[in-house]
């Protein structure tokens, strides 16, 4: 029987939300709120299930298109920051899923002012993206180093002059209504905000197959590498050329597709990274380093709070991990190191040589190989794995260098204009 994947897109959309505000401990929720306060509006406003929960995915991921954890504080913290970009790119992120795509308009429009609503565009989408556009400033708005319940006058009368403005009244008039209720104020700033909406707001239980969530995998792998131009391709790299060492291997078609996915996601915890290390010049400091560690520990945890992503969890988060136990974060040695995980570090390393570095240029090809080697007969890395992959290097060279030029394209189109 074919073995394949199935996965709950809310479920994922939730734990991929959570990653995006690891950034910084004042973001922290942010978007998980500002969903929250939108799928209690778009109730009061009468809207129906389906909308709402496209409101509410487009919610958890709304500002996406902030790359790096600096301009997300930018954006969290000032009114009159140019919001433009991380609008246009957050929709060229998801469009590409078609499971996104309802999300993706909303995304776009999610600092769009009432007063430059065109009377033709489109309805639902005005109302969700004029919701979503409210949420996020009242999640905003509130001062996370005071109790909730005395900051609802305050919040209420910033809001209130932006009526037919900014915000279209009636929505106004909605929040003011909700506002009655103290239980609306004390979810939002719950611990337990996560699991209410994974309970709450899915009301189709829509699924991911394998296919879905490889094209998902590929948005979060743009979100993660396309921070820095140095690693632009790199986990597309990853992915391919991963992909492929597990094919020679000789491993099962469902496997293969695994890997393929697992290389896309393997950095997700570099997100909570900011880029004043992600792209710094010199050697990273010991106490930057340990930063930098972080991030395979936070790929674990994004990861298996998604059920049905349990192998793909395991394998990503163990790419730094080394078969006699020198690597990080979890000490792991070759016992616990299945072949997934072993394939990933050896193509992540493949693949991390031979890119250029701030501090160093990309390396060629033979002193590359002389190094995993050198890695696997220290007892470092699996000696099979790197036979593989030098038995069929011009063939994964070629095609992991392919992959990544195509990558690198839309990069360079989209998201770093000239
Ligand atoms: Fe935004
Ligand atoms: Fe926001
Ligand atoms: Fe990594």
């Known amino acids: 029987m074919y073995k394949g994947v199935s996965v709950s897109l809310f479920n994922l959309v939730l734990s991929f939300s959570d990653a995006l505000d690891l950034a910084s401990p004042e973001l922290a929720q942010h978007q998980i709120r500002t969903a929250y306060i939108a799928m209690e509006l778009a109730k009061e406003a009468g809207m129906n299930k389906d909308d709402i929960e496209n409101l509410v995915v487009a919610a958890l991921v709304h500002d996406i298109g902030a790359l790096t954890p600096e301009e997300k504080i930018n954006l969290h913290q000032a009114d009159t920051v140019e919001t433009e970009a991380h ?7 998801l469009q590409n899923v078609p499971v996104f795509i309802p999300a993706a308009k909303i995304v776009r429009l999610h600092h769009h002012k ?38 609802i006058n ?8 932006l009526a037919d403005k900014e915000i279209q009244s009636g929505l106004i008039d909605n929040l003011k209504d909700l506002s009655k209720r103290e239980d609306f104020w004390l979810t ?41 131009r140095f690693t632009a391709t790199h986990s597309a790299g990853v992915s391919t050329s991963g992909a492929l060492i597990a094919r020679y291997f ?3 078609l469902y496997e293969i597709q695994l890997m393929e996915i697992t290389g896309n996601l393997h950095d997700l915890g570099k997100l909570i990274v900011p880029n004043s290390i992600l792209e710094k010049q010199d050697k990273l400091t010991a106490e930057e380093f340990s930063v930098m560690k972080q991030h395979s520990y936070f790929t674990y945890v994004v990861l298996s709070t998604v059920r049905g992503l349990e192998e793909i969890a395991e394998s990503a988060a163990f790419h730094h991990e080394k078969l006699d136990g020198s690597g990080y974060p979890f000490h792991l040695t070759y016992r616990k190191l299945n072949m997934l995980s072993r394939i990933l570090g050896v193509a992540d390393i493949f693949t991390a040589l031979l890119e250029d570095r701030p501090y160093r240029a990309g390396m060629q090809m033979t002193e590359a190989m002389g190094i995993i080697k050198d890695m696997a007969e220290k007892g470092a890395l699996d000696m099979k794995v790197v036979n593989v992959l030098e038995e069929n290097l011009d063939d994964i060279a070629d095609e992991t260098k392919r992959r990544q030029a195509y990558v690198r394209e839309y990069y360079e189109k989209v998201f770093r204009p000239a």
């Open 87 to 93: 609008c246009v790119l957050g929709e060229h992120l």
């Open 154 to 161: 305050t919040i209420i009368n910033m809001v209130t002059p």
């Open 250 to 252: 000789g491993l099962t």
């Open 114 to 151: 009432w007063l430059d609503w065109a009377p033709s565009v489109e309805m639902p989408l005005t109302a969700q993206a004029q919701i979503l556009s409210l949420a996020d400033i009242v999640e905003r708005s509130i001062n996370r180093s005071k109790y909730i319940l005395h900051q």
């Open 188 to 228: 939002i700033v719950s611990p337990r905000l996560y699991s209410l909406l994974m309970h709450e707001a899915s009301s189709r239980g829509i699924v991911l197959d394998m296919a879905d969530l490889r094209d998902v995998s590929e948005v979060f792998r743009n979100l993660i590498d396309f921070r820095s």
